[in-house]
Every structure is written in structure tokens, then in C-alpha cells.
């Protein structure tokens, strides 16, 4: 569900010391791209540890729809047979990707470069959102886009029969449209090269190495240049993808916050694309040991000891960070707002473009919760009231926004007064078993009876 269906009002309150071990799941970036590359392979790609949230089981439809073979073994155990790049089949009817942003951007990265036409919709959240900046740089293989004004879904992506490389700069640090570039890369002749300023998270590089594209990057003054060489025959994988560290952070801040907490969280990716807000939690004062660091999938990982100290001071975060902790600002505003003094997050315009303005959402929903904020376009200062010092007590709204819904029920584990959201069921997007999750580490958080 992915809050088009009936809304799950929820409500999170003052909790005892949270402990024991939480089983992150799989990561949401990773999981798209195990599909959409195995799909783009000739023969069988087996995954392990696949996310089951809506947005993957999304992609795994579209998937289908374009030829390829998924299978469902086990919780967690998939199995693509792929078509091979520029093998996709024309879909029969519209692909809806749901609240996914990354999973239509990436999707029609990859049909962009084959001839067939494919319309793509989505929910209220995703209709919002622009795709002209994946549009744009596929329009310069020779694909077709005509959507609704301002770029909007529905829209449908007629793609070049007949594709030139392409050599494009991405002008907003996205790991998304980077990605389409790529995947779309993938069926033109010759050379594609997408250039970042700013590093966003590499899971596609890596992942397009893995499955055997020839694909190099360089730091250069422009910055990192990425070339790939196109129309490779990619060869199925073994995918094994580790825990979301997105999703991990939600347990994290809430052991951080909720006084006498001492958690495990296994098996973590530490990816340095990826893990920004753990350098600024510990920036802040935060305990957390990073134990048996090592390898898995392909992904530096770490098993997390996380403990409450009380101790947390509110910081500037460096806007160099924000690509390594783009989905974790909702959350780290909460922890800010249980912090001593200020906390200032500048550089994050990109967050009034995710599945809601999550500037706005959180601004208005501490601001309900009696935290004081300030913002601008590209702006988020949070002012902390201290370990224990929200006083909670009001009804924050979701947008649509999984982030948003469980950055507010964290909130209400350590405000004075409860803290409902009105409506959790986008959670199931990304992390289903959020609530079972943090229920058995002893956060008092429930559905209100409807
Ligand atoms: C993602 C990239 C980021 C991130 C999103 C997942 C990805 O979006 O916010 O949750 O898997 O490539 P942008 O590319 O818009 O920054």
C-alpha cells in the first residue's frame, strides 16, 4: 500500500529503554537495481535479502511487463530471468511504479534506448514529481517524452529506435537520473559518459561492473567523469544485498533518543555514498560502535552498537554531506529537535522534490510538536530543546512520505505527549516491518483503532 488505499492513523508515545537486536531489511536502492539489471541480463540472476517494500514489488511488476521472468522462491529470495539489454518486449498496458521515484526514473532509463513506446503513472506523490530531469538527458539519445505540464506523470516515453551516445553533466545531485543515464547507456553504440559534480550514491557503478559493463571512473577538475561502453552483454549475477542503511537509521535515532536504549543493528551498509548521517550523528555526541566491518554484496557493511547518552549537541552539517544523507534529514531533524542547541542543515533543496517536501513536512510537523524551526528553499535550522524536552502532542501529516511518517513516530517515543501521524500506511513502501520492528524493542507505538 502506498497511501492511495485507506490512510492508517498511528500514534507513538513516551517509551521505556528500547534494547535487543533490530533485523534490518534489505537495501531499497539495491533492490531496484538487482531487478532492473538482472532483467537487462541474458539467463538467471539470483537475489538474496531482496526488499519486499511496495516500491520493489513495483519494479518487479514493471519488470514483468517488459518481458522479463520474476520469480518469488522465499522471503527475500528472487530469481530474474532477463531478456538482455535492448531485449525488452513493448508493455501491454501502463506501468504504474506506485510512490517510486527511483523505480520509474531507473525503468525508464533502461526502455529509453530500445524502440517500443511505455506510458508510466503513479501515485499522488509520484504524479507530483519531476521527471523532466531524466526526460532531458534521454531526450539526447533521441528518446521521446510527452507528459503533463511541468514534466508530470502520467507520461509516456517513446524510445530511439536508432540512440547516439551521449555525454551529459547532471546539473542537481541525483543518483536517479545519473542511473538512467547509465541504463540507458547500456543499449547505445559506443561510449555514454555522465559527469557529477557531487558523488551520489554509486550502487549502479558498482552493480553495472558486477554484472560485466565496462565502466570506469575518474575524478577530474569537472568532477567524477563516469564512462560506460555500451551495448556489453551483461551476465547474470548472484546478488546478495545488504541492509538499508536508510531504513537502519530510524532504529538508530530512536535508541539515541529514548533514554537507557542499548540496540544491536547487524550487518549494515557503510557505504561512503551512503552513510552520511551516521559521521554527523557521531559529530553530535552519539554513542555508536561500528563492529566487524567487512565486505557483503559487493558493500562495505558494519554491525551497529547504538546507545543512549543524552549527551547529543546540535551541529552545522556540512552541505558537502547532504548527497550521502539526502533520505535521512527527516529523521535527523527529530533527533536535532532532542539535541542541545542548533542544528543547521543547509544545501537541501533537493528535499522539496522527494516523495513529499520534506523541508515543509518537517518543519510543520515539530513546529505542531512545539520544536521551533526556520527554513528557507535550500534550508532547515532546528532548534533543540534538549534530551526529553518535546513536548509532542499533536497530529503530524505524512504526505504520502514513509520517511516522514516514521521520522514522526521516532519523535513520539521521546516527546512528553504522545505523537500520532495521520496516516502510516506509506511506510509499507520501504520498511513493512517497521512497527513489529520497533515494538520488539520496546517502543509504545500502535495503529489508532478507525
Ligand atoms: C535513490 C536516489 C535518491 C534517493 C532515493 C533513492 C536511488 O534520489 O533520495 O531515495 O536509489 O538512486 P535522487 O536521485 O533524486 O537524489
Known amino acids: 500500500m502506498s497511501g492511495h488505499d485507506t490512510p492508517i492513523p498511528m500514534t507513538a508515545r513516551n517509551s521505556g529503554p528500547l534494547s535487543g537486536t533490530a533485523q534490518i531489511p534489505g537495501d531499497k536502492s539495491i533492490s531496484h537495481r538487482s531487478l532492473i539489471l538482472g532483467a537487462m541480463a541474458v539467463g538467471e540472476t539470483r537475489v538474496t535479502g531482496l526488499l519486499e517494500g511496495q516500491d520493489v514489488l513495483d519494479t518487479a511488476k514493471a519488470m514483468r511487463a517488459f518481458g522479463a521472468e520474476v520469480t518469488r522462491h522465499a522471503p527475500g529470495e528472487w530469481s530474474v530471468h532477463g531478456v538482455g539489454v535492448g531485449g525488452f518486449g513493448e508493455p501491454a498496458d501502463v506501468i504504474d511504479c506506485g510512490n517510486s521515484g527511483t523505480g520509474v526514473r531507473l525503468i525508464m532509463g533502461a526502455m529509453a534506448t530500445t524502440a517500443m513506446t511505455a506510458t508510466f503513472t503513479g501515485d499522488a506523490s509520484l504524479r507530483k514529481r519531476p521527471m523532466g530531469r531524466v526526460t532531458d538527458p534521454l531526450s539526447l539519445f533521441g528518446t521521446q517524452a510527452y507528459g503533463r505540464a511541468g514534466g508530470r506523470l502520467p507520461m509516456t516515453v517513446i524510445g530511439a529506435a536508432d540512440p547516439v551516445p551521449v555525454r551529459y553533466t547532471v546539473p542537481v545531485p541525483s543518483a536517479q537520473v545519473k542511473s538512467a543515464v547509465l541504463l540507458a547507456g547500456l543499449n547505445a553504440p559506443g561510449e555514454t559518459v555522465v559527469i557529477e559534480k557531487e558523488p551520489t550514491r554509486d550502487h549502479s557503478e558498482r552493480m553495472l561492473r558486477g554484472f560485466g559493463a565496462e565502466l570506469s571512473v575518474e575524478k577530474t577538475a569537472e568532477g567524477h567523469v563516469i564512462t560506460l561502453v555500451g551495448r556489453p552483454e551483461l551476465r547474470p549475477q548472484t546478488v546478495a544485498v545488504p541492509r538499508d542503511p536508510s531504513s537502519a537509521a530510524f532504529p538508530v535515532c530512536a535508541a539515541l533518543l529514548v533514554e537507557g536504549s542499548d540496540i544491536l543493528v547487524p550487518g549494515v551498509s557503510q557505504n561512503p555514498t551512503r552513510n552520511g548521517l551516521y559521521t554527523t550523528l557521531v559529530e553530535m555526541g552519539a554513542d555508536i560502535a561500528f563492529d566487524n566491518p567487512r565486505e557483503e554484496g559487493g558493500e562495505p557493511v558494519a554491525d551497529l552498537r547504538v546507545r543512549f547518552t543524552g549527551t547529543l549537541k546540535g551541529i552545522e552539517v556540512p552541505p558537502a554531506r547532504a548527497a550521502s544523507m539526502i533520505d535521512e534529514y527527516p529523521i535527523l531533524s527529530v533527533v536535532a529537535a532532542n539535541a542541545t542547541g542548533t542544528t543547521v542543515m543547509r544545501g537541501v533543496k533537493e528535499l522539496r522534490v ?49 520517511r516522514i511518517a516514521m521520522s514522526f513516530m521516532v519523535l513520539g517515543l521521546a516527546a512528553q505527549q504522545p505523537v500520532s501521524i495521520d496516516d502510516g500506511s506509506p511506510i509499507a513502501t520501504s520498511f513493512p516491518a517497521f512497527e513489529g520492528l520497533m515494538q520488539a524493542l520496546g517502543a509504545e507505538m500502535e495503529r489508532q483503532a478507525v
Open 354 to 402: 522527494k516523495e513529499s517536501d520534506r523541508i515543509d513536512a518537517m518543519a510543520r510537523g515539530l513546529e505542531a510538536c512545539g520544536v521551533r524551526v526556520e527554513e528557507d528553499e535550500d534550508t532547515l535550522i532546528v532548534h533543540g530543546m534538549g534530551p526529553g524536552g518535546v513536548p509532542g502532542g499533536a497530529t503530524c501529516a505524512t504526505h504520502i512520505d514513509h
